[in-house]
């Protein structure tokens, strides 16, 4: 077999291929062997089919399949010998098998091109100093006291107040979206999780014991979904229950109550200690990002055409699936897929040159993911996922289904980077100065 490559850029090659015809009429007269034992014709026994009646009747079609047999063995063939990284389906030209000459044919690859690397060394980023205001340790300690409340059930009044947690059944629409909820838990005092923008304080006051109560209000113009945004909601509440949330002070008892301390002043050491842990791993991933953009700077890595179309595809995927976890989709998000392809198409690059070149530092540093660090991972997974699955059955699962590899990959690519971080010049920087909202600069006090 006689295999030639040209180059006609970084990411694509001609292939041309030939195959004497002597190694192809044996491959052929294997093939009417093979199909004269198993074909069935009228007149004929079962396996004693004459190779004329075969060649006459199915020729063709064993001619066809031998040709594509021939292509696909020649490619690996070629990609073997050549160490190419095929990325794409191969665009044969001229494929023809002809009795008695030599099977020529043409074709044109998308490969993965070579990486070479620059220096790794002094990628410069910064990293944010750990602050954490006064502010945040009490936004955290109302959460606790949030999570710790008590729901008592209303004896002394017939009315919901602002505090009210309620179960409603919830029938009707907003503009022409019809809505039916059985059952629906709403917090009064949280408008922010509220499941439509004013719920909440149209909900407040109505009786505890309403039963296809008529309620109906407005929808904010400004309102984040734009299908719903101004229009009019005519609901029909039935209240099934109605409890008072009662949140505990904050104070010792609450400390004791959490199980991280025995005073509030402990608790709020324990809360801002935890906030500075949280807030450290954040900005250290922000440097991770900021030195991965200057190695993807460094390696302007060509990319075949069709590796940046699955590119974008997979950005394209996770759009979608973030959307979903908020109950929307593209249509009613009102994005254009075709146009939220074109804004995703730099970010798929960056990832698919950031990909390549990491992957090229972990095989020129003999990188590797031990067992250890495979299991440990798998621990963590097991750990986080929805429901609870021993770490041992869920690297049984994933390895059954072919999921074991890309988490392997996945942890090799991790240490590519750390490597990368471990050699940056990276400087510590204090917090951006944040201007209250509505207030950029002072305005003249009113005379």
């Known amino acids: ?25 044996e491959r052929l007269e294997r093939a009417y062997r093979d199909y004269g034992r198993g074909v069935s014709v009228r007149g004929y026994r079962k396996g004693k089919v004459p190779r004329a009646v075969v060649e ?15 292509v696909q063995e020649s ?29 020529r044919y043409h074709a044109r690859l998308e490969v993965r091109s070579e990486v070479v690397l620059a220096s790794i060394d002094g990628i410069e980023a910064t990293r944010q100093r750990v602050l954490v205001p006064d502010s945040e340790v009490d936004v955290a300690l109302e959460q606790l006291r949030q999570q710790h409340a008590s729901y008592d059930p209303i004896t002394d009044r017939t009315v919901t107040m602002p505090s009210d947690v309620v179960v409603i059944a919830l029938r009707g629409d907003v503009g022409s979206f019809p809505i039916n909820r059985p059952e629906l838990v709403i917090d009064l005092s949280r408008t922010a999780q509220e499941p439509l923008p004013g719920l909440c304080a149209a909900l407040t006051g109505i009786p505890i014991d309403a039963t296809d109560y008529a309620l ?7 309102c984040a979904q734009r299908e719903i945004a101004g229009q009019q909601a005519t609901f029909s509440v039935t209240v099934r229950e109605a409890r008072c949330k009662v949140v505990p002070a904050l104070d010792d008892d609450l400390a004791k109550d959490t199980g991280e301390s025995d005073t509030l002043l402990e608790l709020r050491a324990a809360v801002r200690a935890r906030l500075e842990e949280r807030a450290r791993d954040g900005f250290a991933r922000q440097a991770r990002e900021q030195v991965l953009r200057g190695l993807v700077e460094r390696h302007p890595v060509p990319l075949a055409p069709a590796l940046i179309e699955r590119g974008v595809d997979s950005q394209l995927e ?38 390549l070149v990491l992957e090229a530092i972990a095989e020129r540093e003999s990188l590797v993911v031990s067992e250890p660090d495979l299991d440990s991972e798998i621990a963590r997974l097991a750990h986080h996922a929805k429901e609870p699955t021993p770490p041992g059955r869920l690297k049984a699962e994933m390895a059954r289904d072919g999921r074991l590899e890309s988490v392997r990959w996945r942890l090799r690519q991790d240490k590519a980077l750390d490597l990368v971080v471990s050699r940056a010049t990276i400087t510590e920087v204090d917090a951006p100065v944040a201007v209250p909202v509505g207030v950029a600069e002072e305005e003249p006090a009113l005379r």
Request: no cysteine; net charge negative; hydrophobic share 45%.
């Open 216 to 222: 109906a209000f407005a929808i904010p113009e400004d």
């Open 1 to 25: 077999m006689d295999i030639r490559i040209e180059e006609l850029s970084p990411v694509e090659k001609k292939l041309a291929v030939e195959i004497p015809w002597q190694a192809v009429s």
């Open 56 to 70: 006459r009747m199915f020729g063709k079609q064993i001619r066809d399949e031998l040709t594509q047999t021939l």
């Open 318 to 355: 996770r759009a979608q699936h973030s959307l979903s976890m908020q109950g929307m989709n593209l249509e009613r998000a009102g994005i254009d897929p075709r146009d939220l392809r074109e804004r995703l198409r730099d970010a798929a690059i960056a990832e698919l040159r950031g990909q």
């Open 75 to 103: 490619m690996v063939e070629a990609a073997t010998r050549h160490d190419l990284h095929v990325v794409a389906e191969p665009v044969v030209e001229d494929a023809r098998l002809q009795v008695g000459e030599t099977f």
